[in-house]
DNA sequence: ATGGTCGCGAGGCGA
């Protein structure tokens, strides 16, 4: 079994190559962020056609996620049990459509869709970091309540745990720019020590191993991208995991989304 | 060889 997790920067602008990935990958199931569309907007065929089975939440132009799936599609959870909600400009808060669920060949599949912080004082680094903090309590339960669930925390975390994770770590500190502050990066340090793992690092070890590259100042040519899409297993997803890898090829050419995909081989 | 933002939606915001 092969599962994967793709920011793909509006499905819609997106969806020959989304198609044309899916053929190609052979993966069972892909987790989707980024969809910005709503219901009435989504390319339900494109994954019928292509005999996936595919749920989605979006609520508006902005996030969106997904999940499709040839291994079955059950229980699916549109937000986490606690989801803090964010309101812009006076608007009522809401849970934004950051968070997808769904079994999927007996594995629970989340696809996150992590808000960004914009910037170290705002308040969208305050909604962030609590956000990562409840969903990481609820991760937690999940595995008390059964040790042996096979759970894989899929998506862009809008993090770069480690130094190599930028491509200049010294730039973004000096900048004062968010991802790689200490509180969010002690924010994705508490998945791992509720036991999750990022089982991808060490099949594609850093450094100048990234998912992302920001459509400005030539960063992929220049090879100067960040590491912020990750697939966080539990223990017991985590001992079937055989390989993974990151697709950089796919942010080659025309009409490219920013991140590349990220495919994890399950036995 | 990937080449100086892109997507949505119709101006400016979000990333």
Redesign the pocket.
Known sequence: MKIATWNV??L???ADRVEDWLQRSDVDVLAIQET??KDENFPWELFEKNDYEVAHFGLS???GVAIASRVGMDDVDRTFAGQPTFG?GGKDPIQEARAIAATCGGVRVWSLYV??G?SLTDE?MAYKLHWLDVLKEQAQGWLAEDPEAQIALMGDW?IAPMDEDVWDIDYFVSEGLTHVSAPERSAFSAFVDTGFTDVVRPYNPGPGVYTYWD????R??KKEGMRIDFALASPALAARVTGASIDRDER????ASDHAPVIVELA
């Open positions: 920067n509006s819609r602008a997106r910005k569309c132009q902005w996030n812009k808000p960004n914009r969208h809008n459509y400005t100042q030539l992929f040519p080659k050419g025309k009409g």
